[in-house]
T-cell receptor, first 116, second 108 residues
Framework: DAGVIQSPRHEVTEMGQEVTLRCKLI?????LFWYRQTMMRGLELLIYFNNNVPIDDSGMPEDRFSAKMPNASFSTLKIQPSEPRDSAVYFC??????????????FGPGTRLTVL | DAKTTQPPSMDCAEGRAANLPCNHS???????VYWYRQIHSQGPQYIIH???NNETNEMASLIITEDRKSSTLILPHATLRDTAVYYCIKLNDYKLSFGAGTTVTVRA
């Protein structure tokens, strides 16, 4: 079974450029989570979708960040314009269900973003 | 909402059982305890979860105290590939709040 798929695995860009990270959910899953991991702040939840609808975006840092689910199996996280402090590893995770207490989240391999 | 408390690091000999403690004294009645691990440069990997009963799967066992204020993850026969950061997390609705975890080093 394919797990959560993320692309690209590594991205190096210059400050001010637009960055798009991509995520494919596990087949049959209907909840999608974007996380960011840095040494300083650890793993943080950025946004949570259920059935393509954003439920909680309180973790999105600022308006430069946006996330979409154009269909039930795919999501994008866009940063425009990017800044050096956005450098981090970005993970997406998916789960089956409504994101409740017993819905196990399965993580992708992550995208390591470096903004110069 | 207080996170869980774990020792920052521990060593384990290859082939021996690794017992990882976690304190979650503020856990509420409907919060599950989840364990994930993160091997270097990989995404977090789900291990096991439980509410109040002990649980076992092909990866590990989870022992939860009767008052649910603490738990222990047991890796029955640690291998070098089990070297990772292990996170004990209270699942609050959909939010996995990762703390610093325990860095487990399995030595040959």
């Amino acid at each position: 079974d394919a797990g959560v798929i993320q692309s690209p695995r590594h991205e190096v860009t210059e400050m001010g450029q637009e960055v798009t990270l991509r995520c494919k959910l596990i087949s049959g899953h209907n909840s999608l989570f974007w996380y960011r991991q840095t040494m300083m702040r650890g793993l943080e939840l950025l946004i949570y979708f259920n059935n393509n609808v954003p439920i909680d975006d309180s973790g999105m840092p600022e308006d430069r960040f946006s996330a979409k689910m154009p269909n039930a199996s795919f999501s994008t996280l866009k940063i425009q314009p990017s800044e050096p402090r956005d450098s981090a590893v970005y993970f997406c995770a998916s789960s089956q269900g409504s994101g409740g207490f017993t819905d196990t989240q399965y993580f992708g391999p992550g995208t390591r973003l470096t903004v110069l | 909402d207080a996170k869980t408390t774990q020792p920052p690091s521990m060593d384990c000999a290859e082939g021996r059982a690794a017992n990882l403690p976690c304190n979650h004294s503020t856990i509420s009645g409907n919060e599950y305890v989840y364990w994930y691990r993160q091997i270097h440069s990989q995404g977090p990997q789900y291990i096991i979860h439980g509410l109040k009963n002990n649980e076992t799967n092909e990866m590990a066992s989870l022992i939860i105290t009767e008052d649910r204020k603490s738990s222990t993850l047991i890796l029955p026969h640690a291998t070098l590939r089990d070297t990772a950061v292990y996170y004990c997390i209270k699942l609050n609705d959909y939010k996995l709040s990762f703390g610093a975890g325990t860095t487990v080093t399995v030595r040959a």
